[in-house]
């Protein structure tokens, strides 16, 4: 099971940490990639991290976001600054196998499991 969390209500301009991790498994043979869905809204890319610890991110969260993961490669965090107002969403994250290449992970399809979403709140 995968779960996301570590959302909540952030002002502009601040700082949120979120957290993934999948009970009874290590993400050492997986990429992890988050997503966001704002109401109305598809669901897009916001980034990620592979199985070999290189990150991914869309161009809209260059330079605010960054990617990461524990040595024990059983959580994966997402760090969030510089919060703007367009970041309110909710974020999953989800899982796609080691072999999947890059320009798979960029769209929802390219991941087979999805964990329970954690909703960010900015407020201006």
């Known amino acids: 099971q995968l779960q996301a969390f570590g959302g909540g209500l952030v002002q502009a301009g601040g700082s949120l940490r979120l957290s993934c991790a999948a009970s009874g498994r290590t993400f050492s043979n997986y990429n992890v990639g988050w997503f966001r869905q704002a109401p109305g809204k598809e669901r897009e890319l916001v980034g990620g991290i592979r199985w070999s610890g290189n990150t991914y991110g869309a161009g809209s969260v260059k330079g605010r976001f960054t990617f990461s993961r524990d040595n024990a490669k059983t959580t994966v965090y997402l760090q969030m600054n510089a919060l703007k107002p367009d970041d309110t969403a909710v974020y999953y994250c989800?899982?796609?196998?080691?072999?999947?290449?890059?320009?798979?992970?960029?769209?929802?399809?390219?991941?087979?499991?999805w964990g329970q979403g954690t909703q960010v709140t900015v407020s201006s």
């Open positions: 989800a899982t796609a196998p080691k072999t999947t290449i890059l320009s798979t992970l960029l769209s929802p399809g390219g991941y087979d499991y």
